[in-house]
């Protein structure tokens, strides 16, 4: 079946990096572009980052341009999100997703929690 | 960027009585493929959200048959038959014609 495992996460000052990862199982990974979003607490969803099943194309949303690189390893299943510069703003639990067919996204890890603060 | 619009933002429902949602977009979603993108989302208190429906009205795998979607071009509908207990939660439409927005996410609950 398939499993998104997700590891990084935790307290981090502003200005300061983080570094997420989700280990992928259950499917050929390097069959899928993936995508990172995230849920600031008590709020909605928020696109954040997508790479290309072959790692050709990323884009990023306004916000995380110019601070985050997402980032796989397509021979180790794993996607990355590397988080440089962060902000108070950023604080919120972050999942990775696959991007299934007909623009499905299909499986979702299971959320990792970032929080800066000082 | 395109603007998703849910409406009730709050639903209170009986159980086994049905619940309706709507989402608007602010501008067509139909892409140049021909194909709408537009799916819903569950996400139970506590838990990641997960896909019930994608392009517009195909249930994903193991998604119960009293979830149902409808809609084109900007209005869109997601209907639940009979709410169960398991269907507390919140539900966000997204759209992924052109890269990825959600809704605000409308809460449902039981009376």
């Known amino acids: 079946q398939v499993q998104l495992v997700q590891s990084g996460g935790g307290v981090v000052q502003p200005g300061r990096s983080l570094r997420l990862s989700c280990a992928a199982s259950?499917?050929?990974?390097?069959?899928?572009?993936m995508h990172w979003v995230r849920q600031a607490p008590g709020k909605g969803l928020e696109w954040v980052a997508v790479?290309?099943?072959?790692?050709?194309?990323?884009y990023y949303a306004d916000s995380v341009k110019g601070r985050f690189t997402i980032s796989r390893d397509n021979s180790k299943n794993t996607l990355s999100l590397q988080m440089n510069s962060l902000r108070v703003e950023d604080t919120a639990v972050y999942y990775c997703?696959?991007?299934?067919?007909?623009?499905?996204?299909?499986?979702w890890g299971q959320g990792t929690l970032v929080t800066v603060s000082s | 960027d395109i603007v998703m619009t849910q409406t009730p933002l709050s639903s209170p429902v009986t159980l086994g009585q049905p619940a309706s949602i709507s989402c608007r977009s602010s501008?067509?979603?139909?892409?140049?493929?021909?194909?709408?993108?537009l799916n819903w989302l569950q996400q139970r208190p506590g838990q990641p959200p997960r896909l019930l429906i994608y392009?517009?009205?195909n249930r994903f795998s193991g998604v119960p048959d009293r979830f149902s979607g409808s809609g084109a071009g900007t209005d869109f509908t997601l209907k639940i038959s009979r709410v169960e207990a398991e269907d507390v939660g919140v539900y966000y439409c997204?759209?992924?014609?052109?890269?990825?927005?959600f809704g605000q996410g409308t809460r449902v609950e039981i009376k």
């Open positions: 997703v696959r991007w299934g067919p007909d623009r499905s996204w299909d499986y």
């Open positions: 259950g499917f050929t990974f390097s069959d899928n572009g």
């Open positions: 790479i290309w099943y072959d790692g050709s194309n990323k």
């Open positions: 501008q067509s979603l139909v892409h140049s493929d021909g194909n709408t993108y």
């Open positions: 392009k517009v009205s």
């Open positions: 997204m759209q992924a014609t052109q890269q990825w927005t």
